[in-house]
């Protein structure tokens, strides 16, 4: 008797505040993209708090987009160029030049940017036309 | 009996920490912000008002995602501030000098967002800590220099919300979480919390840019 009282109040006392979350929340659920692990990548690189070599993280992001190939999840914005980032970091400009170039075809207010990193990419093999 | 005045405790103290959304400031006026239009945003680093060291560029790892979800492109926020470095302003406060011209030029950015951190961290007291993160941000028309865009957010955390009672149990909750909060920074995980309702408060946060809803590119 005195347990099932507990219970009916303890279920308004959760119901009540979900309601009132309900009314402030402002988003929908839905998200426009994936997100993986870049933000724990975000945090690791703009605070240097632990290192994660870059090889590392590269595998990191390529099984996340795997994952967000086969879920139908749309890869964010900056994603690309942060792996491009790390690809120059080792040594790969063919590939980082890859993914700079996709930014653009993704996201066309990219363009300008992207162009500033391409001009500093070293001397990316020229390719003939 | 007592769970249920327990429960009812953590309602009213519910209650009391939600009156904020119950009675929302005026809506803001986005006039400007709808003639602006703006489809990307850049976002500074923040400039520092507090002590902490490590805040600014934990802050600035949390804003990617929510501007993203509304719908903004966001330039990759390393990528902007190793560009900048290399360029030879080291100094958040100094990147907020730099001119929008400039800022544009190099990165096509339709908006700058120009946030302050005001506090960040936590405060230990015998049996206690209490976090606090505060922010202020700008969102100013790379273009023309308007500021389109204004908010300021503060929330505060404090780590004693449950314990069952009895001074062992508050010691041990006290130990246990100063454990947990230096291994994962929890002003960084309130950061994100902030983000929320310094960007999506209904009335106060950005509008959503272009991105928002279903016209988002699907590579």
């Known amino acids: 008797m005195a347990g099932r009282q507990v219970s009916l109040r303890s279920g308004w006392a959760i119901a009540v505040p979900v309601l ?20 724990e990548l975000l945090y690791v690189s703009t605070t240097k708090v632990d290192s994660v070599a870059p090889e590392k993280q590269i595998e990191t992001m390529k099984t996340d987009r795997a994952s ?7 890869i964010p914005p900056g994603w690309r160029v942060h792996l ?19 930014e653009k075809v993704a996201f066309p207010e990219s363009a300008v940017f992207c162009d500033t990193l391409l001009s500093h990419l070293g001397r990316p093999q020229q390719v003939t036309p | 009996m007592n769970l249920s ?10 209650s009391v920490s939600l009156t904020g959304c119950v009675t929302p400031p005026p809506p803001k006026d986005y006039a400007a912000f709808r003639a602006s239009a703006p489809r990307s945003i850049l976002v500074l680093p923040p400039k520092n008002e507090t002590v902490s060291v490590e805040g600014p ?26 560009l900048l470095k290399a360029n030879g302003v080291m100094d958040p406060a100094e990147m907020h000098q730099i001119p929008l011209a400039k800022l544009r030029e190099v990165t096509g950015a339709d908006a700058v967002l120009y946030p302050t951190l005001k506090e960040y961290g936590s405060k230990y007291v015998v049996l206690d800590s209490v976090t606090t993160v505060s922010v202020a941000a700008t969102l100013v028309d790379a273009r023309n220099g308007e500021v389109i865009w204004t908010n300021a957010a503060r929330l505060q955390l404090s780590s004693n919300g449950n314990n069952q009672g009895g001074l062992l149990a508050q010691m041990v909750g006290a130990l246990v979480s100063q454990i947990i909060n230096s291994k994962s920074d929890p002003a960084h995980r309130i950061s994100q919390q902030v983000d929320v309702v310094l960007f999506e408060t209904p009335g106060q946060g950005l509008l959503p840019g272009p991105y928002f809803g279903a016209s988002a590119p699907l590579r």
Do not use: I, M
Request: aromatic content about 14%.
């Open chain 1, 84 to 102: 491009a980032n790390l690809y120059t970091q080792t040594g790969h400009l063919e590939e980082a030049r890859v993914e700079l170039e996709a």
């Open chain 2, 57 to 82: 560029y934990s802050y600035l790892s949390t804003v990617s995602r929510p501007l993203s979800e509304l719908g903004y492109y966001v330039f990759p926020v390393h990528e902007v501030d190793e």
């Open chain 1, 20 to 39: 009132l979350l309900c009314g402030c929340a402002a988003q929908p659920p839905k998200q426009l993209y994936g997100w993986g692990n870049y933000e």
């Open chain 2, 5 to 14: 005045k327990k429960a009812w405790l953590g309602l009213a103290c519910l």
């Open chain 1, 68 to 74: 967000f190939a086969s879920t139908g999840q749309r």
